[in-house]
Nanobody
Framework: QVQLVESGGGLVQAGGSLRLSCAASGSIFSVNTMAWHRQAPGNQRELVAG???????NYADSVKGRFTISRDNAKNTVYLQMNSLKPEDTAVYYCYALIVLTNSPHQVQWWGQGTQVTVSS
């Protein structure tokens, strides 16, 4: 069993910053892509930012220049630094990891429980 534990969500005023963290633990052989997705009420879950094991990053157009994704491979942890937050960033943010388990040769997708980010105007 793999666990993705998220932290760092909360309430912030527009223009402020938050830093999300997600630590993966369990029977992990390797962690490939890690990412952050978000889902606001009435909306589909969307990709915010992703990062490969080699450090290549990808961002949604709506957050480019404001958010930065990074990872610490030794800790199996991914971070999302969110600056210049806007009310439209309000959503539940979910950690995602593409993982190879110790008992399987196949990649599996794993999701965190989600952490609420609320940006007030």
């Amino acid at each position: 069993q793999v666990q993705l534990v998220e932290s760092g969500g909360g309430l912030v005023q527009a223009g402020g910053s938050l830093r999300l963290s997600c630590a993966a633990s369990g029977s992990i052989f390797s962690v490939n892509t890690m990412a952050w997705h978000r889902q606001a009420p009435g909306n589909q879950r969307e990709l915010v930012a992703g990062i490969t094991s080699g450090g290549t990053t990808n961002y949604a157009d709506s957050v480019k220049g404001r958010f930065t994704i990074s990872r610490d491979n030794a800790k199996n942890t991914v971070y999302l630094q969110m600056n210049s937050l806007k009310p439209e960033d309000t959503a539940v943010y979910y950690c995602y990891a593409l993982i190879v388990l110790t008992n399987s040769p196949h990649q599996v997708q794993w999701w965190g429980q989600g952490t609420q980010v609320t940006v007030s105007s």
